[in-house]
């Protein structure tokens, strides 16, 4: 098993480079994880209603939203430019969110002053220009990345590689210290 491990965490480690050199093909693979997830969803769902008609508790609403869910998937997957028009949703999406969670850090550093203008320097936890600054960091951010979304698809990419190779370096550690 020790050496299974270990050659696991290698190839994983090996795989996880790939993506880091490699973000753009990285994160195109999101939508085609998205369809290959929806098939297994209604084949899933499929299989537990055909169980539920058995017994007589079968709904079909359930066999209708297992049905989309399939056909949907297979779409996904049989299509480049749905898998892209995913790939892009969810890069547009994770820009909005870090708009958003910058607007809010920036509200939260304005309520933050007030609290400390009234009950003492102390009162709240943490600077509220610090967290004025931060707020406004991501904000920028966040709209930079609504006009270049490969930016986000780059990062992402990345990350997802950089968390590849660090669990494969876990598991070769792991494999050895077992």
């Known amino acids: ?26 994160y195109a693979t999101i939508g085609w994880l998205i369809g290959a997830s929806m098939v297994i969803d209604g084949v899933a769902r499929i ?33 480049f430019v749905a898998q892209f028009a995913v790939d892009l949703f969810i890069a547009y999406l994770i820009a909005a969110w870090l708009v958003i969670g910058g607007i809010t850090r920036i509200i939260a550093a304005f309520e933050l002053r007030n609290l400390q203008k009234t009950s003492g320097p102390f009162a709240g936890s943490g600077s509220w220009a610090s967290i004025l600054a931060i707020g406004a ?16 698809m780059i990062s992402v990419g990345f990350l997802l590689g950089l968390s590849i190779v660090t669990t494969g370096v876990a598991l070769v550690v792991a494999g050895i210290n077992s």
């Open 137 to 152: 960091i991501i904000t920028i951010l966040g709209v930079l990345c609504i006009f270049n979304p490969t930016a986000v």
């Open 47 to 79: 299989v537990m209603w055909s169980e539920l008609r058995k017994t007589g508790n079968a709904s079909g609403w359930t066999l209708a939203g297992a049905i989309v869910s399939l056909l949907l998937g297979i779409f996904l997957l049989g299509s």
């Open 1 to 26: 098993m020790k050496v299974i491990t270990i050659i696991l965490g290698v190839l994983l480690a090996i795989g996880g480079v790939y993506c880091m050199f490699a973000p753009i093909a990285t």
